[in-house]
């Protein structure tokens, strides 16, 4: 099963957000980590929007940090620690098998 919205926004709120402060993403456009909001993105869009996201988060000092942060707290939205929502869920599943 998951965790209750209240589990995980206890746990989150353990959590330190400093490595924030150091991620390469700060010094980018954020428009490229996050899905547009008010339009449809068709998924060419989508791969290579994600695809430039990736790369600064491919040379980011806190990459791990900010992908454990997503994984954690079950961010549902925009690429972090160089990994898109699809692939954070792969990530979630398998080390749900793993447990």
Known sequence: MG?????VSDLAADLS???QQHGSCKQADGTL????SNRFEHKPDREA???RAKRICG???VREDCLEWALTTREP???W???SESERKQMILARRKAS
Not at 3 to 7: G, M, P, Q, Y
Not at 33 to 36: C, M, Q, S, V
């Open 3 to 7: 965790r209750s919205i209240t589990a």
């Open 17 to 19: 957000v400093e490595w």
């Open 33 to 36: 980590f996050f899905p547009p």
């Open 49 to 51: 929007r994600e695809a």
């Open 59 to 61: 040379g980011c000092p």
């Open 77 to 79: 939205h925009g690429v």
């Open 81 to 83: 620690g160089g990994r």
